[in-house]
Every structure is written in C-alpha cells, then in structure tokens.
C-alpha cells in the first residue's frame, strides 16, 4: 500500500470516529504524513460566557489536526503532552484553520506544531504537541 493510499484510509477512519469532528462541525481539508489542515466555523455551541471562541475548541481543533498529521504514517501515535498559546479572540462565524506540521519525527516519538489562523490569515493561537507510537497500526490497513 502507498503513503498516499495509508494516509487516505487513516484521514477517512478518524473522520468517520473522532467524535469531536462531528461535534464541532470540523471539516478535515488536507490529511498527509506529518501534515494536516483541518477547519470550523465557530458556532453557537463553541462559545464562551464571554461570547468568543471557546480556547477549549480552538484546542479540540488543533488535536483533531494533530492527530491526523501524526498517525497518517500508519502507526499509531498517541499524545503524551500538549500545550497551547492564545494570541487573539475568535468571534462567532469566524472559520479558523488549524495547520499542523512535524517538527521531528522519530521511531517513537514525534513534536508536531499546529499554528490556528482566522480568515485574514492571522495567527489566534499555536498548539504543540508530542506523541509517543505504539507497536500498532491506527486501522486495520491490510485487506
């Protein structure tokens, strides 16, 4: 099986089961080895007592990316630590796009780094995350 065929199968098997996607109204846009770009419009289930884009969602967002960025290798990684900065407040019906990329990938471990831009292209917020592999694949990937 190809990278490109490993990584469709694994962007569709997280698509289809992560359940925050479908909570969140998240659309995934681009899923690859060690990238990923994954979208929401913040809606009226995503805010905060104080209006805005709740931070909880804004990281929900960059996992869901980071997720698909680290296991489209075809091995199954699971985060062991996260952590996340806010730069701007995020109003209703603002789409904002999470883009995660490698920063290092090892044969266990591997830092990814997601930057959150609102439709101007503007940076809101940066997440980075590391993940630790299992002897597992994240589908079953043969047959």
């Known amino acids: 099986m190809s990278k490109e065929e490993v990584s469709a199968k694994v962007a569709k098997h997280i698509g ?3 359940r925050l996607i479908g909570l ?3 659309k995934i846009e681009e899923a690859r080895a060690g990238f990923a770009k994954v979208s929401m419009t913040v809606g009226p ?8 884009c709740h931070g909880a969602a804004l990281f929900a967002l960059a996992d869901v990316a ?3 960025a680290v296991n489209c290798y075809g091995k199954m990684a699971l985060a062991i630590e996260a952590s ?4 701007r407040p995020v109003r209703p019906k603002e789409k ?3 883009s995660c990329r490698k920063l290092f990938q090892g044969r266990r471990t591997g830092t990814y780094l997601c930057s959150i831009e609102n439709p101007e292209g503007k940076e809101v917020a940066v997440f980075k ?3 630790f592999r299992v002897d597992e694949e994240p589908v079953r990937l043969q047959g």
């Open 96 to 98: 904002v796009t999470a």
């Open 45 to 52: 289930n995503h805010l905060n007592a104080a209006g805005l």
């Open 16 to 18: 289809e089961h992560d």
């Open 129 to 131: 995350a590391t993940a």
């Open 84 to 87: 996340m900065n806010y730069f």
């Open 24 to 26: 969140f109204d998240m």
């Open 66 to 68: 980071f997720a698909l």
